[in-house]
């Protein structure tokens, strides 16, 4: 791994008080490695991994022995990229054209296997808590299901590269690609928390900045935008080195990129994981983390050169909030 890939930016927004919780106060922080032994031993609560759009279970085979090292006993929920073609039934939803589409029941197929994974995690926990590791579509997918059918006994909800924030509307050029779905989830699902009982951490990427389609774009470090909802405004506060970074002209590259950025946040030229914008992956009340130069997918990525977040040394750097 290079200098710049081993590199961690972490961000940590952190909502908690001894009596109330209280807006979440940003604080900054040099990269860290963490250096927990690795054990086979399954002493720590089971985690449950949710795959995102387009992924199968197989994808996370080496995140799951990886996890499995460090001694956290870990399901992966039973998705085959085939399964997602059942979300074609939401094209006969009124409520898809119309942009207003709720998660049920197109989704109920895959809230089942969650449901199939939860059991099975269960069987193993030995009555403790259980942690979902959501990566992508799959963290807000936790989200609806813990508003659904309730939280049961999941204490820390960890997302990957996650779109939390629905789209901006009346931006030119910006369509809403879930059709109403995270629209639903923020009006409908609970906000994020960290709390003994309950824990929120939001993990983002930083592998590559996206640039305006046409005309110029700002390339900055540390460039971000704020994310506003009906209630209030989260900052995201951004530790960047400037020296590990390089100010070029926009490549055709970012300004493809950006063009997905755009179709999420409405901003083309902000950092992302290379599909997703770091400010769409953090929520307020949660304990966000970026992380410089980490790739979205395990499809396509590479532990070397363009690490994802299941990478065994980007996990390193998160496995604490599984095991403390």
Not at 63 to 89: E, F, I
Not at 190 to 200: G, H, I, N, Q, S
Request: one cysteine or more; a neutral charge.
């Amino acid at each position: 791994m290079t200098s710049r890939q081993a590199s961690s930016v972490m961000v940590m927004t952190l909502a908690l008080s001894v009596s109330t919780p209280s807006p979440p106060v940003s604080s900054r922080s040099r990269p860290q490695f963490l250096a927990f032994s690795q054990s086979t031993s399954s002493n720590h609560r089971p985690a449950l991994i949710l795959p995102g759009l387009g992924n199968n279970t197989g994808d996370y085979e080496k995140l799951q022995l990886t996890l499995q090292k460090y001694g956290v006993p870990t399901v992966v929920a039973k998705v085959s990229r085939v399964d997602w073609l059942r979300n074609a039934a939401g094209l006969i939803d009124p409520n898809y054209w119309r942009g207003t589409l709720r998660p049920r029941p197109v989704l109920d197929w895959y809230f089942k296997r969650i449901d199939d994974a939860i059991h099975e995690a269960n069987e193993i926990a030995s009555g403790r808590s259980l942690s979902i590791i959501g990566h992508s579509a799959g963290g807000w997918l936790a989200r609806v299901y813990m508003e659904e059918f309730g939280p049961s006994n999941i204490s820390l909800l960890l997302t990957l590269g996650t779109p939390h924030q629905p789209p901006p509307k009346g931006v030119q050029g910006v369509i809403d690609q879930t059709r109403g779905l995270l629209d639903y989830v923020e009006k409908n699902c609970a906000r994020a928390v960290y709390t003994p009982e309950l824990k929120y951490v939001c993990i983002a990427g930083r592998y590559i900045q996206g640039a305006r389609f046409l005309g110029n774009s700002i390339l900055s470090v540390d460039s971000t935008i704020n994310i506003e909802n009906n209630q209030s405004v989260a900052e995201v506060a951004v530790v960047g080195d400037a020296s590990m970074s390089t100010f070029n002209a926009p490549t055709f590259r970012a300004r493809f990129i950006g063009q997905g950025y755009k179709q999420v946040c409405g901003q083309a030229d902000v950092w992302g994981d290379g599909v997703v914008p770091e400010v769409s992956a953090h929520l307020e009340g949660a304990l966000n983390i970026s992380f410089d130069g980490v790739y979205h997918s395990p499809v396509g990525s590479d532990d070397e050169l363009r690490p994802w977040y299941g990478s065994p040394a980007i996990v390193e750097q998160w496995i604490e909030h599984l095991i403390n």
